[in-house]
């Protein structure tokens, strides 16, 4: 089956092809512009080098958060768009957490994606890989950092991934040679781990009705009405 996998939830916009267990095209790309404007014309160009219709894509996978809030607005809406626009595509949501520690599938232990959300909090999901699968053993969370790092347990190694990785190495685990970092080539989001990832979930996969982001935190606009609301009951 071709899996279309589309990450627009970090810095950088990443598309890429699979069938099976070969990676037919990828590119990721760390730019300035939004992803509204890099996206689509990559996965054309996808397509177009691939000789490939949407209709030979069985399923598409996108990074379905933690994350930018407009990237993943983004990233879902162009999902959708596709799966509309061809009835028979399906899609399916991977979290933003999950396919990263597919970036470290060859490590053999525990796995920390962690991503930046706010001044000492972090979205984080703590992960198990044997080198050839990885399943959650921890939530995907949004959480204080020294909430979850000071007491990790990591007698065994643990590999950190993501945009936090680096500084969350240095901050608690500078002198740990257990804690290791993932090169920077794989710290960051890549759509050919989401497509990994999104093998684990195909029987997930469905119509782009079903298909949603998860924040794992209030938007801007939700903590605004909830202000306002809360303003409200305060005068009553």
């Given amino acids: 089956m071709h899996i279309l996998g589309i990450d627009t939830s970090g810095k950088t916009a990443s598309v890429a092809v699979t069938d099976d267990d070969k990676l037919l095209w990828e590119k990721t790309v760390y730019t300035k512009l939004t992803h509204s404007q890099v996206i689509l014309p990559m996965v054309s160009e996808a397509l177009k080098e691939l000789e490939l219709d949407y209709s030979d894509i069985g399923c598409a996978a996108i990074a379905k958060g933690p994350g930018s809030y407009t990237g993943l607005r983004i990233g879902c809406a162009a999902v959708k768009g596709m799966c509309m626009g061809q009835e028979s595509l399906k899609c399916v949501g991977i979290s933003t957490l999950e396919a990263l520690s597919f970036n470290c599938l060859p490590f053999i ?49 643990l590999m950190l991934v993501g945009d936090h990785a ?20 794989r710290r960051l989001q890549q759509a ?3 497509c990994l990832a999104a093998c684990a979930h195909l029987d997930e996969a469905a119509s782009a009705e079903a298909l949603n982001v998860s924040y794992l935190q209030a938007t801007k606009a939700q903590k605004d009405k909830a202000h306002s609301e809360n303003g409200k009951e305060d005068t009553k």
């Fill in 109 to 157: 232990g525990r796995i920390a994606a962690v991503m930046f959300a706010r001044q000492g909090i972090c979205y984080a999901g703590l992960y198990e890989s044997d080198g050839r699968d990885i399943k959650n053993v921890r939530p995907d969370e949004v959480i204080k950092e020294d909430e979850l790092f000071p007491s990790l347990y990591v007698e065994k190694g």
């Fill in 166 to 185: 680096a500084a969350i190495k240095q901050k608690y685990f500078a002198d740990d040679d257990r804690v290791l970092t993932a090169p920077i080539n």
């Fill in 192 to 194: 050919s781990s989401l």
